[in-house]
């Protein structure tokens, strides 16, 4: 996770603060999952995501990799799934 520099104002901590380059894109921005569906390799792994036995998305009013991204930048956690 950068470090920011401590004389930012709180609104700009707030929109900045956890805030990473995408892995290999290198965008400035969070990068936004425009699908509303997920797909597994085996009906086996989507069986244990369905189950919370595996971490995963099944469909994207559930949870997706936008929100998810969302919510770690609100806690100040690193932006990986």
Same mark, same amino acid.
């Given at each position: 996770? /950068?470090?920011?520099? /401590?004389?930012?104002?709180?609104?700009? +901590? &707030?929109?900045?603060?956890?805030? @990473?380059? +995408?892995? =290999? +894109?290198?965008?400035? =921005? !969070?990068?936004? #999952?425009?699908? !509303?569906? $997920?797909? %597994? *390799?085996?009906?086996? @792994? &989507? @069986?244990?995501? $369905?189950?919370?036995?595996?971490? *995963? %998305?099944? %469909?994207?009013?559930?949870?997706?990799?936008?929100? #998810?991204? $969302?919510?770690?930048?609100?806690? *100040?956690? +690193? !932006? !990986?799934?």
């Amino acid at each position: 996770m /950068k470090t920011l520099p /401590k004389n930012l104002h709180w609104e700009t +901590a &707030l929109l900045h603060g956890a805030n @990473e380059a +995408a892995a =290999g +894109a290198g965008a400035a =921005g !969070s990068t936004i #999952a425009q699908s !509303s569906a $997920f797909a %597994y *390799g085996t009906a086996a @792994e &989507l @069986e244990a995501v $369905f189950a919370g036995r595996d971490v *995963g %998305y099944i %469909y994207t009013r559930i949870g997706n990799p936008t929100v #998810a991204h $969302f919510e770690r930048r609100l806690l *100040g956690r +690193a !932006s !990986s799934m």
